[in-house]
């Protein structure tokens, strides 16, 4: 995407850069980047209405309501299968459907119109609003490669937790919930100014809670913990997350990877087939993409031989957003996730790394024997490595 300064801006819209600068600032510019003191402005977004010739939004009552109802308001929306789409449109004009929009988008596996959908509420002083769109613009530009504004959106999340005392509950439950998902997500460490999750969860509306649990069954899968991270999906499900699609998907996802990790392979293939089955009539298959490493090639063995054309989409999204999600992970945790493996390799060398036998792949993945130890010698040899035990270091555990 080509950028201009507020100067460039300023002559191709014929007002003045002061002009351009309070577009930026009340965040009515989509797409447009702060770096520094400096902004960037997408050089196809046409100028906005004057500000003077809008209306004044009403302030926001006291009890910050508006900053949680405009946050993650998709997530947040109970909807059936295949009307996902519908429940957006059905959404009152505003920050709250644009916010939808992007999720939609995002969701969608449409990194692009996500990121410039979202980019529009960076700024925006509706704090509900600006945090869904800096969690979605960060996780947009992973998959676009444009990591700088990736990491400049994140960023924004942590100074709004940094400064989470000075905050109502409700902000404060806000930060907390984006914080955590962000760095979850990217397998980072938690910011040491995030609350305890727990104290805060009564503060967040059903879904947003639902997925909340999600990101604290994810941190628990990361520490090896799979039975206890099943069993607050289980729960989290069976209490009623399960009315919730977007939530509701990528906790079934989550079971997926407890699952085969605890080698309880017809589980696993039960919640995914729950997830796909939320997830297809509305395309709803980005969480698929950004979980397949830890899926325990599930995708392969379900998903590939019944519906080929969505895998190959499901890879397409894998590639895109892994290399991007690598390069922020691995320069901040010293972790070197491969990035040279095909899919497939990937997803082989993994089970091999959690001690499964060559049989027990293959027969999971109904191939040969010979075809996993040939997969396997490929990711060995691509990652310079003797064995099955140094495979580890380059994996998701």
Not at 180 to 188: E, K, P
Not at 308 to 333: C, M, Q
Request: glycine share 6%; aromatic share 8%; proline share 7%.
């Amino acid at each position: 995407m080509e950028y201009l300064t507020v100067r460039e801006t300023a002559e191709k819209w014929k007002i003045s850069p002061r002009m351009v600068q309070q577009f930026c600032t009340a965040g009515r510019i989509p797409g447009a980047q702060k770096f520094g003191t400096a902004w960037a402005i997408p050089a196809a977004v046409e100028k906005p209405q004057d500000p003077r010739l809008v209306p004044k939004p009403e302030a926001a009552p006291a009890s910050g309501l508006p900053d949680r109802t405009n946050l993650m308001p998709l997530m947040n929306t109970p909807f059936r299968p295949g009307r996902c789409l519908a429940a957006v449109e059905a959404m009152e004009a505003g920050p709250r459907r644009d916010i939808a929009q992007a999720e939609y988008y995002y969701f969608t596996g449409q990194p692009e119109q996500a990121a410039r959908a979202a980019g529009a509420y960076l700024t925006s002083p509706d704090m509900g609003a600006r945090l869904s769109a800096c969690l979605i613009y960060a996780y947009a530009n992973l998959s676009l490669h444009q990591i700088q504004h990736a990491r400049f959106a994140l960023d924004e999340m942590q100074k709004f937790l940094a400064a989470g005392a000075e905050k109502a509950p409700h902000l404060r439950a806000a930060g907390t919930f984006v914080a955590a998902t962000s760095a979850v997500l990217l397998h980072l460490p938690l910011p040491e100014e995030l609350p305890e999750v727990e104290g805060l969860l009564p503060l967040l509306p059903t879904g947003l809670r639902a997925f909340a649990l999600y990101v604290q069954a994810h941190a628990l899968y990361l520490k090896g913990a799979y039975a206890h991270s099943a069993g607050i999906v289980e729960a989290t499900l069976s209490m009623g997350a399960s009315g919730y699609p977007i939530p509701a998907i990528y906790l079934h996802l989550i079971a997926v990877m407890d699952y085969m990790s605890l080698k309880q392979t017809e589980r696993a293939e039960a919640h995914l087939l729950t997830a796909w089955e939320i997830a297809r009539p509305d395309d709803l298959i980005e969480g698929f993409g950004e979980h397949h490493g830890l899926l325990g090639a599930m995708l392969e063995a379900v998903i590939k031989p019944g519906w080929p054309e969505d895998f190959k989409r499901i890879i397409d999204i894998t590639y895109r957003f892994s290399a991007g999600w690598r390069r922020v992970h691995n320069p901040l945790t010293g972790h070197d996730v491969a990035d040279d493996l095909t899919t497939t390799e990937f997803a082989i060398a993994m089970l091999a790394a959690r001690d499964w036998t060559t049989q027990e792949i293959a027969q999971h993945l109904k191939i040969s024997v010979n075809t996993v130890k040939t997969h396997i010698s490929e990711a060995m040899r691509k990652l310079n490595v003797q064995n099955r035990k140094d495979l580890k270091q380059y994996m998701l555990l």
